[in-house]
Each structure stands twice: as C-alpha cells, then as structure tokens.
C-alpha cells in the first residue's frame, strides 16, 4: 500500500512540474496581423510601410500578456476590457520616464484602448498609473 501511495505521489508531482514547466510567461515577438494593418509613412515620400501590431488587454488588475517581447515599430494596444479605469504608462511610477512618451496621461474606461508605437530597443517596464502595484513589461528588440 505504501509502495502504491509513493507512486502515485510521484506521478503527481512529476504532472504538477510538467504542467508548470508548460506555462508561457512571454509572448513571442508581436507578428504583423494578417488583416492590411494601418500604415505608417516612411522617409521616402509616397512610400508606406505595415506597422506589426500587439494588444495588452487589461482587465480589473490584471494585464494579458504581463511580459510582451516586440520588434521596433511594432504598435502596442492596451485595451481596458475590465469595469475598473486603467492609465498604462512607463515606468518608474510616478514619472513615467524609463520608455518617455510612453504614458496614456488619462485613465481608460471600459472598452477604451491607448496605442503607442515603440520606436528604438529598449526594456519598458509598464504600470496602471491608478493602482501602480498592477504592472508588466515590454522588451523591444531591434529588428536585425
């Protein structure tokens, strides 16, 4: 009976490992969306590029993805999908200077979005301005 139960024990443990080990904690880099995304003009006059998007959904405290890894010029959309306003902006509270431009400087209601387009390599730590223990990150990374 004793041999039966340390089995079964094992088994368990080794699933409840497995299961974690599983668990994604990043997103890969943001794919461009296989719809015309919107556009963006370049240097060359007349010539226009696809800018590759990403959406954080934020809902009542918590954002999804938490980690996001992006190439430059991805576009980032924070979608409040929650009852609660959300105000995602850069780190360090309360400057928001890290990733500077990155601020929404006004909380979202429910069913609001703010986008911002991350244009250099770089590590953005992000928080809700409102509840600024409510936070994530978004690591850039050059496209070459």
């Known amino acids: ?3 039966l139960f340390r089995t079964a024990a ?7 490992f497995g299961a974690g080990c599983a668990k994604q ?3 890969p880099y943001a794919a461009p969306t296989a719809q015309a995304p919107e556009q963006s003009t370049d240097a ?3 010539q226009t590029t696809p800018v590759p998007e990403a959406v954080v959904e934020y809902k009542d405290g918590t954002f ?4 996001l890894r992006v190439l430059v010029g991805t576009k980032v959309t924070f979608v409040n999908k929650g009852t609660k306003a959300v105000w995602p902006a850069s780190g360090m509270h309360p400057t928001h200077l890290i990733c500077p431009g990155f601020d929404a400087l006004k ?3 429910s069913g609001e979005t703010y986008s911002y387009v991350f244009s250099k390599p770089s590590e953005c ?6 509840a600024a223990g409510e936070h994530g990150s978004i690591e850039v990374m050059s496209a070459e």
């Not at 094992?10 to 409840?16: E, K, N, R």
């Not at 999804?64 to 980690?67: D, E, Q, R, V, W």
């Not at 730590?125 to 409102?130: A, C, E, K, Q």
């Open 125 to 130: 730590p992000f928080h809700n301005h409102l």
């Open 10 to 16: 094992i088994l368990g443990v080794v699933a409840l």
């Open 107 to 109: 909380g979202l209601k």
């Open 44 to 46: 060359v006059v007349g």
């Open 64 to 67: 999804n993805p938490a980690t």
């Open 1 to 3: 009976m004793s041999k």
């Open 25 to 27: 904690t990043a997103q």
